[in-house]
């Protein structure tokens, strides 16, 4: 039986929807959760990815705002404004647009964000947070996966899970969630020496490479549930993820699209962690500064 296609769109809406209440809350008592993105250069998907985390924005009703740097900035110009966007009151989450221009160190300017507006959950003290299984901002992508085999029904706990991927952004943050919800969680990247003997074991295999049909259906345990990250474009214009989606989709229980699946669970990921931010604001801040005279 062909597997059941996971509708990321949909499931995505839905969570846009609790979000808008949430904002909505939030405006009544005089606050309106605000994004800064921060983009260096002229990066194509960069500036794509920024304009759907904008389009979300004003969707559920969240301020944004795009501070665009050249792509020769130094160092000190990119840390002015975070320095600057880590003071706005008016913004509660920073997220900076990774890859960043060669000349720039990713370590040194994800740490000048302040960690409690750190949505991305990138900065080392969140990192280390998700480590210790207190995660406050758990990273776009691999929180949107979670939040997808959620909504799908598929259990997590006691199931094996194999991440192919050790990125910071998602394979490495990916394989510490479904370990902290009870999967047994194997780690395979590109050394790894027989990549298929691994996934065929896999109950939830998750793929975040960029290789278009890494993934074929002799890696697959018939029945598995299969969560595609990558994002290719192929030479003749489409977009495809990592996996041979056909010809999975034919022996795996579940499967995501790409485009359709994971990605627009990133962007309202990134969206539930700003409004949260803005929640533990109001949360920290004394009683009654933030009611409407
Ligand atoms: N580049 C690709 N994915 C991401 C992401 O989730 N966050 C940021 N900041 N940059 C990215």
Known sequence: MAAIVIDGVAIAKLIRTELKQHVQALRARGI???LAVVLLGENQASQLYTRAKVGACHEVGVYSEVHQLPADSDESAAL??????NRDPRIHGILVQLPLPPQLDDGRILEEISADKDVDG???HNMGKLLAGASVYPPCTPYGVVKLLDAAGIPIAGRDAVVVGRSVIVGKPMALMLLERGATVTFCHSQTRDLAAHTRRADILVTAVGRPGL????MIKPGAAVIDVGINRLPSGKVAGDVDF????????????????VGPMTVTMLIANTVRAAERRIASEPAGLHVAP
């Open 80 to 85: 002015d404004l975070i320095r600057r966007l």
């Open 32 to 34: 309106q959760p605000g």
């Open 122 to 124: 990138f900065h080392v």
């Open 215 to 218: 993934i074929s259906a002799a």
């Open 246 to 261: 056909e010809s999975v989709k034919a022996k795996a229980a579940y499967i995501t699209p790409v485009p359709g699946g």
